[in-house]
């Protein structure tokens, strides 16, 4: 997926992946990532989720990115907020659209999240990963999730994650031409690829529903924990 199919699909207004309530599979399966109080939630590809404002509400602040500036107008809009749009000092392609919300700071930086440096989100204790993941493809030449999830581990020094992904039941699958486009299928052994050197991987929900894309696939969502292994020790000789 190039930025650009990412631009057109909000400027064509072609985003019915976004939710108008927050994910209850977030709200259920949030606590086990054992974020501290008052820590900072990072949401990857954000769009205009309003899971940012859900994570506001339980006292975290948010730092979020999202390629589409339309997107993070709309949610600024639709939300009623007010924010000051910051200019990266280095990067003219990044700005940061900041809020402040019952005492919690919003960030939402615009631009690719492949420009984002550690120093520009700042301290992350948990990462949010509802969509973004699905929405990348691995595959020749760019083999972007896995660029994403080094990016990921690269910029928040492994911060615990909730992921939410899916997998198909064989009944109801996509015609032809759904086949190269998102959600795309991760496979466990592909999450343990890009993670299990890093993370302790578990599957904590696995609920049957009649759909799991907008191309009417049947099958499962799926939640995983992904929280950081410890170093073990070294041993005096």
């Not at 699905?134 to 909730?162: F, H």
Request: a positive charge; charged letters at 20%; proline letters at 5%.
């Amino acid at each position: 997926m190039t930025p650009d199919f990412w631009q057109k699909a909000w400027k064509n207004s072609q985003t019915d992946f976004s939710q108008k309530t927050p994910n209850p599979k977030l709200i259920k399966y949030f606590k086990a990532l054992n974020t501290p109080k008052d820590g900072r939630f990072f949401v990857p590809l954000c769009g205009k989720s309003v899971d940012m404002l859900w994570f506001i509400d339980q006292g975290f602040d948010v730092v979020g990115v999202e390629l589409s500036k339309i997107a993070v107008r709309q949610f600024f809009t639709e939300n009623n907020l007010q924010a000051t749009i910051l200019p990266h000092p280095t990067n003219p392609r990044l700005a940061c659209y900041q809020a402040k919300i019952h005492e919690r700071l919003l960030n939402i930086w615009v631009g690719d999240i492949f420009e984002l440096s550690a120093i520009d989100v700042g301290q992350i204790d948990a990462i949010y990963d509802r969509g973004a993941l699905v929405a990348l493809p691995d595959s020749t030449p760019d083999y972007l999730r896995s660029k994403y999830t080094q990016q990921l581990i690269a910029i928040s020094c492994c911060a615990n994650q909730l992921v939410i992904s899916f997998s198909y039941d064989g009944k109801s699958q996509r015609g032809s031409n759904y086949k190269n486009l998102p959600p795309f299928l991760v496979t466990r052994t592909q999450l343990e690829g890009y993670y299990a050197k890093d993370y302790q991987i578990t599957l904590v929900a696995k609920e049957q529903v009649d759909y799991v894309s907008t191309a009417g696939d049947s099958g499962y969502r799926l939640v995983y924990t992904l929280i950081k292994k410890q170093l073990k020790p070294r041993l005096n000789m």
